[in-house]
């Protein structure tokens, strides 16, 4: 690989990713692969910490794959594979809990929320999910990592882990910079706008997948929850559910809040939410192809997953052996 700066991220396989996926995080991804080299993984085994049928899991890890590259990733860019191909990111993983803290963990938002939501299954596998997040980032001397705001969280976690290992061992991980972006970082529920929109939420009004047919998009825009004054104008405060959706329509068609407001003046709700589901569908419809053509290639699929897995894991090796020798394990003769 050349000299260029290097990106590392990941998303989960389950299921069909979100209109927050894509804004918060993979749209970024396909603006940033020419400027930089990529690698962009799907994490299956972070999937694991919620139980999953494991036809439904093999099914989505491909599915994926295929969305990435359908929004744009090149596979002949950037790096792309599956995390359970490399095993170095479960070996980095093991390592780095040894050098977290309990308290760390404890911490983390997304813990607290995986857990009140899941009672039943409180796993450790929960609990440490940021630790394996770290060692993917870690292992390939990333310089910055693109994700949605929910994120940022497990980052500056993944930074202090660096951190901290370096302080003992001299320099041995980069430490790794967020990305996220200015609009669109967090994509809020379509029918309670003060929450995330969440590919796990049960009620599918409340998120748009990028694999939803038009009419399905109009419909969710259409119900989406707003607010009785009636004027399209950004106060996310007072108006969450029309300012999320404004923040939806800037990203998808780069017009600024300022100009949506004029745009709508003295108009109704119902023009502004069916302009927005216009645009998505709009946005939608190349990346549904490319995303039919992609599923029913899958040799080709599996095939770039084959070569991003052999090249991902010669980098991965390097960073893991070069831990292995600092930490005082010995080297296999
Ligand atoms: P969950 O079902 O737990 O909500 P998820 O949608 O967060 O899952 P992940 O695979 O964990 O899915 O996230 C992938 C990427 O999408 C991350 O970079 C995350 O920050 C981003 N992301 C997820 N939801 C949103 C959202 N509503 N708005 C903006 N970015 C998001
Ligand atoms: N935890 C992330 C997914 C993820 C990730 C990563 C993102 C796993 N490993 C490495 C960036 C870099 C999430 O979105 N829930």
Redesign the pocket.
Same mark, same amino acid.
């Given at each position: 690989m050349s000299e260029r700066k290097r990106i590392f991220s990941g998303?989960?396989p389950?299921g069909a990713l979100?209109l /927050?996926?894509y804004? /918060? %995080?993979l749209k970024n991804w396909a603006q940033l692969q020419d400027e930089y080299d990529s690698i962009f993984c799907v994490v299956d085994l972070h999937a694991l910490t919620i139980r999953r049928e494991p036809a439904r899991l093999r099914a989505d890890s491909l599915s994926l794959l295929a969305q990435y590259i359908a929004c744009g990733i090149d596979p002949e860019k950037n790096i792309l594979f599956l995390q359970s191909h490399v095993s170095a990111h479960a070996e980095l993983s093991w390592i780095l809990n040894c050098y977290t803290y309990m308290g760390e963990l404890g911490r983390m938002t997304q813990f607290k929320e995986k857990s009140a939501r899941h009672q039943d299954n409180i796993n450790a596998g929960l609990f440490t999910y940021p630790v394996l997040m770290a060692a993917d980032i870690l292992l390939y001397q990333t310089d910055l990592v693109p994700?949605? /705001?929910?994120?940022k969280q497990h980052l500056e976690l993944a930074r202090d882990i660096a951190e901290r290992f370096n302080g003992i061992y001299g320099d041995v991980f980069k430490v790794p910079e967020p990305y996220i972006p200015k609009v /669109? %970082?967090?994509?809020m529920s379509l029918q309670e706008p003060t929450s +995330?929109? #969440? +590919? #796990?939420d049960e009620n599918e009004n409340a998120y748009i997948t990028l694999l939803d047919p038009p009419d399905a998009v109009i419909r969710k825009f259409k119900r989406a929850v707003t607010d009785s004054e009636a004027s399209v104008r950004f106060d996310q405060e007072n108006k969450p559910g029309i300012s999320n959706l404004m923040t939806i329509y800037s990203s998808v068609t780069g017009k600024t809040y300022d100009e949506i407001e004029r745009e709508f003046e003295g108009k109704g709700y119902g023009d502004f939410k069916l302009a927005v589901g216009e645009a998505v569908v709009e946005a939608l419809k190349p990346v549904q192809g490319r995303y039919n053509e992609l599923m029913s290639s899958r040799d080709y699929l599996t095939e770039i997953a084959r070569k991003g897995a052999e090249t991902a894991e010669y980098l991965a090796n390097k960073t893991l052996r070069k831990v292995y020798k600092k930490i005082g394990l010995v080297p296999r003769p």
């Open positions: 998303m989960q389950t979100t /927050g996926n804004l /918060g %995080a994700v949605g /705001g929910d994120q /669109g %970082a967090r994509i +995330k929109m #969440s +590919k #796990s």
